[in-house]
């Protein structure tokens, strides 16, 4: 039962141009949200958060929304650039109940063309 | 370089050895987690370790045992390995309570 979802594997995007990565999840129990990049042969790294008291957080190129109602979540790279190429992984938790673990989704490779 | 580190980085195993992943962080964080990565399954949790001197088991321990040695290190043991076990292995750690994991850079398993 895969709680936390991404069902774009992949998208292809041009430099300078809105990426546009989105997730669902599916436990009404989540309430922190998160973003994570990896390249290829590292770890994944934090990219950026949003508690579900938020609909919007900023930070520079990246921006994270969040729609309670639908479940659903997104993350917005503009403008997009090579470097930004990666996977991105969507990650959540249920706060309090499930300490610091995390649920993440099947990635999304992104891919932006020069 | 502070982080997480593990090792081995690559690992072939006949099926039915056993091995032990090595990882060890100088973060001084409370909390340490091991992840399996999968073609179009993303990130599994396989066992986490809230504090030093306990551990719980995640999604997908079967086949997994692990080890919170002190509080740097904490090592996944798989007893008797199998070709579903083929994954990459993540271990991260944070500090308690804290979403911010810092990642090590992974170790390929393949078993044959």
């Known amino acids: 039962d895969q709680q936390v979802k991404q069902n774009s594997p992949s998208l292809s995007v041009q430099e300078g141009r809105i990426s546009i990565l989105n997730c669902d999840y599916t436990?009404?129990?989540?309430?922190?949200f998160l973003w994570y990049k990896k390249y290829p042969a590292e770890g994944p790294t934090f990219l950026i958060s949003?508690?579900?008291?938020?609909d919007k957080n900023e930070d520079g190129r990246f921006t994270v929304f969040l729609n309670k109602s639908a479940k659903h979540l997104s993350l917005h790279i503009v403008p997009s650039q090579p470097g930004d190429s990666a996977v991105y992984f969507c990650?959540?938790?249920?706060?309090?109940?499930?300490?610091?673990?995390?649920?993440f989704g099947e990635g999304t490779q992104l891919t932006v063309n020069p | 370089n502070a982080g997480v580190t593990q090792t081995p980085k690559f690992q072939v195993l006949k099926t039915g050895q056993s091995m032990t992943l090595q990882c060890a962080q100088d973060?001084?964080?409370?909390?340490m987690y091991w992840y399996r990565q999968d073609p179009g399954m993303g990130l599994r949790l396989i066992y986490y370790?809230?504090?030093?001197?306990?551990?719980d088991k995640g999604e997908v321990p079967n086949g997994y045992n692990v080890s919170r040695l002190n509080k740097r290190e904490f090592s996944l043991r798989l007893e008797s390995a199998a070709p579903s076990q083929t994954s990459v292995y993540f271990c991260?750690?944070?500090?308690?309570?804290?979403?911010?994991?810092?990642f090590g850079s992974g170790t390929r398993l393949t078993v044959v």
């Open positions: 973060m001084n964080h409370n909390s």
């Open positions: 436990n009404s129990m989540f309430d922190y």
């Open positions: 990650a959540a938790s249920a706060g309090e109940t499930s300490g610091s673990r995390l649920t």
């Open positions: 991260a750690s944070s500090p308690q309570g804290n979403y911010g994991y810092t």
């Open positions: 949003i508690s579900s008291i938020k």
């Open positions: 370790s809230a504090s030093e001197g306990t551990t």
